[in-house]
């Protein structure tokens, strides 16, 4: 229970500084500006709502799916849905019915970004 309960603490810190750091800096991204955003549930959106709304603010499209999601893809036949990927799901095994480890390795030698 304590574990769980530190490893909650130190995740809401890092939303934290990530959050002042998105805040301080105002650059756009030149790689594009849909994002995807992998939550650990679709009940934990309200957690991360300043995170959306300070991107959606800043121009990027942001789609947030929970890391179980079957429906989600990052590629439609060849072509990249995403620019960026943000994975906020650490205790998640699996990310969606068809995103395996071969799936990101791909989007990112596509040019895609991710941040873990």
């Known amino acids: 229970m304590y574990a769980g309960s530190l490893w909650r603490?130190?995740?809401?810190g890092a939303l934290c500084l990530l959050?002042?750091?998105?805040?301080?800096?105002h650059a756009r991204?030149?790689?594009g500006d849909r994002v995807l955003i992998f939550l650990p549930n679709e009940q934990e959106i309200s957690n991360y709502?300043?995170?959306?709304?300070s991107l959606k603010g800043r121009g990027f499209g942001v789609t947030a799916r929970a890391a179980s999601d079957k429906s989600a893809q990052l590629f439609d036949y060849d072509t990249r849905l995403y620019d960026h990927v943000i994975l906020l799901a650490p205790e998640a095994k699996s990310?969606?019915?068809r995103l395996g480890l071969a799936e990101f390795i791909r989007f990112t030698n596509d040019g895609g970004n991710m941040l873990v």
């Open 49 to 53: 709502s300043y995170l959306l709304e």
């Open 9 to 12: 603490t130190a995740v809401a």
């Open 19 to 25: 959050s002042v750091a998105l805040g301080t800096v």
């Open 29 to 31: 991204s030149t790689a």
């Open 95 to 97: 990310f969606g019915k």
